[in-house]
Nanobody
Framework: QVQLVESGGGLVQPGGSLRLSCAVS????????IGWFRQAPGKEREGVSC??????????TGSVKGRFTISRDNAKNTVTVNLQMNSLKPEDTAVYYC????????????????WGQGTQVTVSS
């Protein structure tokens, strides 16, 4: 059974920083890519950042390039994935999800099989 648990969300002022974490557990999860996604009210879920199993390949959506950094630490059947978010903007406000379940580092939500419950990020003064 694959489980993903996000943490680290909260309320932050514009220009501030947050660090999201995703604890992933399950047989062989260290061999899968992991992605961070977000969904704002009334909008479709979008890919934010993703990372390959080795950490050697990363992709970021254009609006977060230079501001967000994804990283991962692998262990047998467990992975911790972090998303460091700097220079946050009000438009970054959303529920953030991590997902896994396939080998390709992709920002396409439909490619992922397993999802966490999400963590709320609110950027507001």
């Amino acid at each position: 059974q694959v489980q993903l648990v996000e943490s680290g969300g909260g309320l932050v002022q514009p220009g501030g920083s947050l660090r999201l974490s995703c604890a992933v557990s399950g047989l062989g999860v260290e061999y899968w890519a992991i992605g961070w996604f977000r969904q704002a009210p009334g909008k479709e879920r979008e890919g934010v950042s993703c990372i390959s199993s080795s950490g050697g390949t990363k992709h970021d959506t254009g609006s977060v390039k230079g501001r967000f950094t994804i990283s991962r630490d692998n262990a047998k059947n467990t992975v911790t994935v972090n998303l460091q978010m700097n220079s946050l903007k009000p438009e970054d406000t959303a529920v953030y999800y991590c997902a896994t379940g396939q080998s390709l580092a992709s920002l396409v939500p439909g490619l992922y099989d397993y999802w966490g419950q999400g963590t709320q990020v609110t950027v507001s003064s």
